[in-house]
């Protein structure tokens, strides 16, 4: 392996990290509003039911995805290159324990955690010593690093400061494209699609500039992927297409 590959393959892992803080869907602090408005109206008459929108926008995404509560969902990743014989399905959860750190644990195939607080990830593989990186080093993390925020708390002026954002598709089936606006990134990444139904994540798909667009999967899409063994078959699932 060349030095060159090498630096390549760090940098990528890095960004893959950074960009798992987008991961993790609403469905609990969803299921956690809705249980509380519900304790709270017990003694109420009953409101009628709001009429879902034909149509979703930006503020409609934003706000199922707005983090309130401390959550963890499941995840699957199929990892291709030209440098392994065949695909790698990483498999593990995402855990958000408070507002400031996400914890990405893998289980399979190798036991690996993954803490990022405070603009710093630390890396814990079994039989290695952890190791402690700054996000702030590469210039192009840092601005997405503070776009992370704004997602999570739903602010679309602050996220768009940042990305251009395209919202399609209806409350069963939804997609929010962001678009890099910071010229460094822009030139790796072509946008992040989410994916999702009502206030479920199910996936997040990576676009890069060179190469095949790469699915994270999430909650039930997750589950769904035993026995995943193409890129394609990934795909599929994250586009919610039977296989």
Known sequence: M?????TTRRRSRRTHLLLATLLLPGWAAAQNTEAARASQSRDRVPAPAA??????????ILHRLTQGAASATPFVE???SPMLKRPLLLSGEYRRPDA?????????PYVETTTIRGGEATIAREGRSPRTFSLSRVPELAVLQ????????GDRKALET???VEADG???DWTLTLVPREPRTAARIAGIVLRGRDGELRCIETRPKQG???PTLLGSAATAAAGLDSLEAAQRLCHDVPR
């Open 51 to 60: 009429v879902a929108p034909r149509s979703v926008d930006a503020d409609w």
């Open 212 to 214: 095949e667009p790469q």
């Open 170 to 172: 209806v409350p069963a």
């Open 2 to 6: 060349t030095s060159g590959n090498a």
């Open 100 to 108: 400031d750190t996400l914890v990405r644990e893998v289980r399979t």
């Open 78 to 80: 199929l990892r291709v």
């Open 146 to 153: 503070g776009s992370f925020g704004a997602l999570l708390a």
């Open 162 to 164: 940042v990305y251009a």
